[in-house]
């Protein structure tokens, strides 16, 4: 199976820093985004206001973008979402309350004509070659999700941020038995987050 099409994962932020949140899924042409976050400028960036991802390689293969999904509504994982959508236009996926507070920015930022897809944890979406699955997880805010992103390669799962809390306050737990269902049929990397806590 030496030349079949291969799944690259490109992090375009995110990794071993806390904040910018964003990975781009890439299978043959299509390109799937996860997050889309921003991070608060260091000391030493005099008159910088924000910083986000370099998103040099979407810009140049922007045509290729299929679609952004998002795991939950911090500002670290959407808080760039007006800068990217602005020069990268493709369709966004998420839950009410996440898609609601992109929603807060791009009108913000006068960015039109991006189309909205609302989803619930345990629906999947066709994005591209990429089928999209959202978990339900807790987070210190709602409507957070993990997702099982699958394409003939195989799939994927990417945590988000997460805890496992038993009594959550709006009573939904951690969905566990769709992530071992997910686990059972094999799963080719699991991307986890890490607050190094
Ligand atoms: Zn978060």
Redesign the pocket.
Do not use: E, K, L, R
């Given at each position: 199976m030496a030349n079949s099409p291969k799944l690259r994962i490109i992090p375009l932020g995110g990794v071993d820093e806390i904040g910018k949140n964003m990975t781009a899924f890439e299978y043959e042409d299509d390109i799937l985004i996860v997050d889309c976050g921003s991070i608060f400028p260091k000391e030493d960036m005099l008159g910088i206001d924000l910083v986000i991802p370099d998103t040099t390689y979407l810009v140049s293969n922007r045509h290729r973008v299929k679609g952004y999904v998002f795991t939950?509504g911090?500002e670290?994982?959407i808080g760039a979402t007006p800068y990217v959508l602005s020069q990268v236009p493709a369709p966004i996926y998420g839950t009410k309350l996440t898609l609601a507070l992109i929603d807060l920015k791009l009108r913000e930022h006068r960015v039109n004509g991006i189309p909205y897809h609302a989803v619930q944890p345990r629906d999947e979406v066709k994005i591209g070659q990429f089928t999209v699955k959202f978990i339900k997880v807790n987070?210190?805010?709602s409507g957070?999700c993990a997702l099982a992103i699958s394409c003939p390669a195989g799939t994927v799962v990417h945590s988000?941020?997460f805890k496992i809390d038993y009594t959550p306050v709006d009573g939904e737990v951690t969905d566990l038995s769709t992530l071992a269902a997910v686990g059972d049929k094999g799963v080719l990397c699991l991307m986890c987050e890490s607050t190094n806590n």
């Open positions: 939950h911090h670290d994982h987070h210190s805010i957070a988000g941020d």
